[in-house]
C-alpha cells in the first residue's frame, strides 16, 4: 500500500512534484560518479545529495495551504494508474543551458521510452482526477547532478540500472537542500507490455486550480531547474 506522511509546511518556499527515484545501489553508483565527472571536468558547485536524486515527472507549484487537497487529489490520481515496474538505463552526462548562470549537469539515457510512455500515463491520470486541466507534453527525462559553473559536452558513461517500483510525491525545500517525501504508490500491474490503463470519469472536478503553474492550468512536465 501507499505510504501518506504529509506534514505541515514550513515558511520555506516550497515546490512540490511527483518523481521516481533511484535505488540504494543506483544512488550510490551515481553519487560516486557525479564526484569523479565533477573533477574531471574541473566544475565548481555543490553535489546534489544522495538521497535527493530524482527524475522529476510534473511539477506541482507550492501546495502551502492546500496540503489536504493535494493529498486527495494525489491518492485519486494513483488509483487511476495500473502499470508494472519497468527498468531504467541512464548512460551519458550532458549540460542544459537555461540562460542561468549555473547550469545543470545532469544524467541522461538514451533509451527511456518505457518511463516516458509511464510520465504520459500518470499526467492522464492527473488530469482525469482534477489536478489540473492539462499537463505539458515536454518531457525530457534526466537526474540533475549538480549546477555548474560551465558547460561541458555529452559524456558516455557505463548504465546505471535500477527498476523503478514505484513513484514518489516530493516536496522541496527551495534553497534548503532539503526534499521530503509525502507519499509513494507502489507499481502493480502485471501486463508486462505497455498497454497501460488509465481510468477517467464523467464530472471529474477540475474547479481547484492553485497548484497550477500556467495561466491555463497545466501541470508542466520536469524541467531542466528541480
Same mark, same amino acid.
Given at each position: /500500500?501507499? +505510504?501518506?506522511?504529509?506534514?505541515?509546511?514550513?515558511?520555506?518556499?516550497? !515546490?512540490?512534484?511527483?518523481?521516481? %527515484?533511484?535505488?540504494?545501489?543506483?544512488?550510490?553508483?551515481?553519487?560516486?560518479? =557525479?564526484?569523479?565527472?565533477?573533477?574531471?571536468?574541473?566544475? #565548481?558547485?555543490?553535489? &546534489?545529495?544522495? !538521497? #535527493?536524486?530524482?527524475?522529476?515527472?510534473?511539477? $506541482?507549484?507550492?501546495?502551502?495551504?492546500?496540503?489536504?487537497?493535494?493529498?486527495?487529489? =494525489?491518492?485519486?490520481?494513483?488509483?487511476? %494508474?495500473?502499470?508494472?515496474?519497468?527498468? +531504467?538505463?541512464?548512460?551519458?552526462?550532458?549540460?542544459?543551458?537555461?540562460?542561468?548562470?549555473?547550469?545543470?549537469? +545532469?544524467?541522461?539515457?538514451? /533509451?527511456?521510452?518505457?518511463?516516458?510512455?509511464?510520465?504520459?500515463?500518470?499526467?492522464?491520470?492527473?488530469?482525469?482526477?482534477?489536478? /489540473?486541466?492539462? %499537463?505539458?507534453?515536454?518531457?525530457?527525462?534526466?537526474?540533475?547532478? $549538480?549546477?555548474?559553473?560551465?558547460?561541458?559536452?555529452?559524456?558516455?558513461?557505463?548504465? &546505471?540500472?535500477?527498476? %523503478?517500483?514505484?513513484? +514518489?510525491? &516530493?516536496?522541496?525545500?527551495?534553497?534548503?537542500?532539503?526534499?521530503?517525501?509525502?507519499?509513494?504508490?507502489?507499481?502493480?500491474?502485471?501486463?508486462?507490455?505497455?498497454?497501460?490503463?488509465?481510468?477517467?470519469?464523467?464530472?471529474?472536478?477540475?474547479?481547484?486550480?492553485?497548484?497550477?503553474?500556467?495561466?491555463?492550468?497545466? /501541470?508542466?512536465?520536469?524541467?531542466?531547474?528541480?
Amino acid at each position: /500500500c501507499y +505510504v501518506l506522511i504529509m506534514e505541515a509546511a514550513a515558511l520555506a518556499e516550497t !515546490r512540490c512534484f511527483f518523481a521516481v %527515484v533511484p535505488d540504494e545501489e543506483a544512488r550510490v553508483r551515481i553519487g560516486s560518479l =557525479a564526484a569523479r565527472l565533477k573533477a574531471a571536468h574541473r566544475m #565548481n558547485g555543490a553535489l &546534489i545529495r544522495p !538521497r #535527493n536524486l530524482h527524475v522529476s515527472l510534473y511539477g $506541482l507549484g507550492d501546495p502551502h495551504g492546500y496540503d489536504d487537497w493535494l493529498r486527495i487529489k =494525489a491518492q485519486d490520481t494513483a488509483r487511476r %494508474v495500473d502499470l508494472p515496474p519497468f527498468e +531504467v538505463a541512464f548512460d551519458y552526462t550532458a549540460s542544459f543551458d537555461t540562460g542561468r548562470k549555473r547550469s545543470p549537469f +545532469v544524467l541522461r539515457g538514451s /533509451c527511456l521510452g518505457r518511463l516516458m510512455d509511464f510520465q504520459r500515463t500518470l499526467g492522464r491520470a492527473m488530469v482525469h482526477a482534477g489536478m /489540473c486541466r492539462r %499537463v505539458s507534453s515536454a518531457f525530457t527525462p534526466h537526474i540533475t547532478l $549538480l549546477y555548474a559553473d560551465r558547460r561541458v559536452d555529452e559524456y558516455p558513461v557505463l548504465p &546505471i540500472r535500477w527498476v %523503478v517500483r514505484e513513484y +514518489v510525491l &516530493i516536496r522541496s525545500f527551495i534553497g534548503q537542500g532539503r526534499h521530503e517525501h509525502l507519499a509513494s504508490w507502489p507499481l502493480r500491474g502485471r501486463d508486462g507490455s505497455m498497454g497501460w490503463r488509465t481510468y477517467g470519469e464523467d464530472g471529474d472536478d477540475l474547479r481547484h486550480q492553485e497548484l497550477r503553474h500556467d495561466e491555463e492550468g497545466a /501541470c508542466l512536465a520536469g524541467s531542466a531547474r528541480d
